[in-house]
């Protein structure tokens, strides 16, 4: 079978990159003096695999939260002689001053720090070690790269340690003595978000050879400057850049550029109007042109053909077709067009081969994939557009649109805006419609980034959203492989006493669901987290309340699932006022059918463990029980398991029987009378995953009706549901235990003859190794 799209196997260099990430000690590395992180003195490693170390170790920081990270791990690349760094990307304020310092003796190509705020005018001074080496750089979004911390002056030793390093650097005084003097090198230089104290011309003035520059969101005093470059200048992005007339004329005197960036993020406030023979000059002046973005600018009507005059005939990006005017001055298509919101992207014949819009869907994953990486607030509203195309249309680039949405919650994980847009569209992009042409590895990315957001944000619309999202997957199956992490969240939601009533119940359900079929040793594993606690103060709070609504049933069905043959929790459901709940809704909700199946399919679960049975043994808890045999609430089910309950106390004897009301006699005929009066055709609402709770009840002869009670759930179960309980039965010795029952003289003529039919029913089923999987349900496991 071909492999999905989208579930292409990581390469052996990423697999043994991670490795040795996760393992540095066991690897490359030693504990050193005072436990610092030391490279093993055998090693060298080239610049392809430091490289990769380096940024591999940034993405797992950023997005992995199993990952720790090392206090000293870019101590580890100070050496040149043993470690080689050449393109390096570090992002956000994890980056501190020390761990650029810690690599300044590497000959750096390219070194991109984005929105690193942590970084003082300390890093400044590391730059400047690179002005040899360094070809391209990259400090968007650092806001304080250009002051001192603490007002400290300019300074670089080998051993500084500031002792505020972990506070994130203060405005403090703007660093006066930094140039780019020396720079001869640099050719890609991307200043975006430059403080406004910071004069860009000067800061710039040393710069030679620079062939591409990116200054968005600068203010510019002028920007007659640029005319240095004017030869050499191929790229100039200047979003969110105040244009005038002086500008434009600037920009015009720029011959050789390929690619010109003049978007905004919005027309509101914006004075300049990109005219139709603005727009006009700029590609006649302009010959080299292969992208273009005028995104967000207000465009005059007279730009474009009117509608009745276009072409007709299908789209197309030849020049000499376009609708808009000044586009037809080109002398072939461009590669790229940003017209995102413009009124030019609606028009029919648009000259480019990729075009950023909200006319249709390519045109929106054009526009996310364009702006992610340093205009979340674009990339932000074209999600939401994505997200409207996903829920009211149809998505037909589903792969591209769930690997861009993916990497700008990968990118922006502090950005409530984009964690909440991409949120929503995953829901969409997930769900039953989409589901089959999803890769398994392509889901696992959706689950990460999704638990990502809701470990970072407490915000109810992401939570819910995150929640929701969840939803679309199989549970337990697809979150296993995160599946403590998943439960932890969970409960984290739920901790607080007045939770969102939707987000409650949404989180209420997937826990119930991801302990519903899972082996003991998560359940054991989730109980430790607490689980049984959490799921019980919801129910005391739903009691004070008085409200019996799907919150207090799934948290109920959902102790029911993770006390299934898990003793210590069942302990702690004891040891947390389990029981007097349990009293107290019976007393509430008399009337609520599910709510007591769930109830008393849990309290069975308790029966079964012995040494927890005396603490059921209590006249009011055997009068409860007793009772509730005759109910006929759920068909048959609390009746049914109520009488598991009892079946599992009457086991140990009469000598446990300390109590005189209600006599054991009296409580064993109630039990007939209710077996008796059971449909053994009835049709259940329960899984079981193994028989030996029940199977334990069957060769003896101290409580024969705990022995019929066994009997016929067997019987009940071989007969309404023999594929999928014959082959269990059969595998865990059953017809053995039922010959035994046929032997002794104290079982009851009825449960031998029903025994005698249960071995029947086996003998005539004929198996199918196809349906024996029905063994690794849950047992008492409800679906759902």
């Known amino acids: 079978m071909a492999a999905k799209a989208g579930d292409d196997p990581d390469s052996l260099m990423t697999l043994a990159t991670v490795f040795c990430l996760r393992n540095l000690r066991k690897t490359m ?48 690349f100070s050496d040149p002689r043993s470690t080689r760094l050449t393109r390096v990307q570090l992002r956000e304020d994890f980056v501190r001053d020390r761990d650029l310092e810690a690599i300044r003796k590497q000959d750096l190509i390219e070194l991109h720090l984005t929105y690193c705020n942590s970084l003082s005018s300390r890093s400044l001074k590391t730059l400047s070690s690179f002005r040899e080496t360094l070809v391209s750089l990259c400090l968007f979004g650092c806001s304080n790269i250009f002051y001192r911390k603490g007002g400290a002056p300019l300074a670089c030793t080998e051993d500084s340690e500031d002792e505020d390093e972990d506070v994130p650097a203060a405005r403090q005084a703007l660093e006066t003595d930094f140039s780019f003097q020396g720079f001869n090198r640099l050719r890609l230089l991307n200043l975006g978000q430059l403080p406004d104290d910071v004069e860009a011309e000067s800061l710039l003035r040393p710069l030679r050879s620079v062939t591409a520059l990116d200054l968005s969101n600068v203010r510019l005093q002028g920007a007659a400057f640029l005319t240095q470059w004017r030869e050499r200048l191929a790229s100039l992005v200047l979003y969110n850049v105040d244009l005038s007339e002086e500008v434009v004329g600037t920009v ?64 197309s990006t030849e020049p000499c077709k376009s609708s808009i005017y000044p586009l037809q001055e080109l002398k072939r ?31 929106v994953l054009n526009a996310i994939e364009a702006y992610t990486e340093f205009r979340p607030e674009l990339a932000h509203k074209a999600i939401n557009q994505l997200f409207d195309i996903a829920r009211i249309q149809h998505c037909s680039q589903l792969l591209r649109a769930l690997q861009l949405v993916i990497a700008a919650l990968k ?142 049933e799934f948290s109920w069905s959902a102790l029911w699932n993770i006390t299934d043959e898990t003793p210590d929790n069942c302990q702690m459901f004891l040891n947390c006022r389990g029981m007097s709940l349990f009293l107290e809704c019976l007393e509430e909700f008399p009337d609520k059918q599910e709510l007591h199946r769930n109830m008393l399919g849990l309290l069975g679960n308790v029966a079964e463990v012995k040494s927890l049975r005396p603490q059921l043994l209590t006249p009011q808890f055997i009068t409860v029980f007793s009772n509730l045999l005759e109910s006929k609430a759920d068909g048959i089910e609390v009746s049914y398991n109520a009488c598991g309950v009892l079946s599992h106390i009457m086991f140990d004897g009469p000598q446990v ?49 705990s022995q019929h009670w066994a009997t016929w759930a067997l019987y009940n179960l071989v007969s309404v549901y023999p594929s999928k309980y014959c082959p269990l039965l059969i595998k865990e010795g059953g017809v053995s235990l039922l010959e035994k029952v046929l032997e002794l003289d104290s079982s009851q003529p009825e449960t031998k003859e029903m025994a005698r039919k249960v071995m029947e029913q086996c003998e005539n089923f004929k198996e199918d190794p196809m349906e024996t999987n029905s063994g690794q349900e849950a047992n008492y496991g409800q679906r759902g």
């Open 29 to 76: 590395c030693y504990q050193g003096f005072r436990n610092k992180l030391c490279m093993r003195a055998d090693i060298f490693l080239p610049s392809e695999i430091c490289d990769k170390l380096v940024n591999t170790y940034m993405e797992l920081v950023h997005t992995d939260s199993n990952f720790e990270p090392e206090e000293s791990f870019f101590q580890l």
């Open 252 to 315: 015009l005197e720029l011959v050789n550029l390929r690619h010109l960036d003049l978007s905004r993020e919005s027309r509101r406030n914006v004075k300049f109007k990109m005219t139709r023979k603005i727009l006009t000059v700029l590609v006649q002046r302009l010959l080299h042109l292969v992208s273009l973005d005028i995104s967000g600018h207000i465009m005059l009507d007279n730009c474009t053909m009117p509608h009745f005059e276009e072409a007709v005939g299908r789209p």
């Open 333 to 363: 298509p461009l590669q790229f067009l940003g017209l995102y919101d413009t009124t030019l992207c609606n028009v029919t014949h648009i000259p480019a081969y990729k075009v950023t819009g909200s006319k249709n869907e390519d045109q």
């Open 411 to 552: 990118c922006h994980k502090y950005d409530k805006s984009i964690q909440v847009t991409g949120s929503a569209a995953l829901f969409y992009l997930t769900n039953t419609e989409y589901r089959s042409d999803q890769s398994v590895r392509l889901r696992r990315d959706v689950i990460q980034v999704v638990l990502n957001g809701m470990e970072q944000y407490q915000e109810v619309t992401v939570q819910r959203n995150c929640c929701l999202t969840l939803c679309n997957f199989s549970i337990p199956e697809e979150l296993e492989f995160q599946y403590s992490r998943v439960n932890q969240l969970l409960l984290k939601i739920l901790e607080p006493a007045r939770q969102d009533e939707s987000i409650q119940r949404i989180a209420v359900h997937l826990c119930n669901a991801l302990v519903c079929q899972v082996d003991n040793h998560h359940k054991e594993a989730v109980g430790k987290m607490g689980f049984v606690k959490t799921m019980l103060n919801l129910i005391q709070k739903k009691l004070q309340d008085r409200t019996c609504d799907q919150v207090m």
């Open 657 to 705: 029987w300390s109590m005189e009301e209600p006599r054991r006699d009296a409580v064993m005929d109630r039990m007939w009378d209710a077996i008796q009066s059971w449909d053994v055709s009835s049709r259940r609402n329960i899984n079981y995953r193994s028989f030996e709770p029940i199977l334990r009840l069957l060769p003896q002869g101290i409580a024969p009706v």
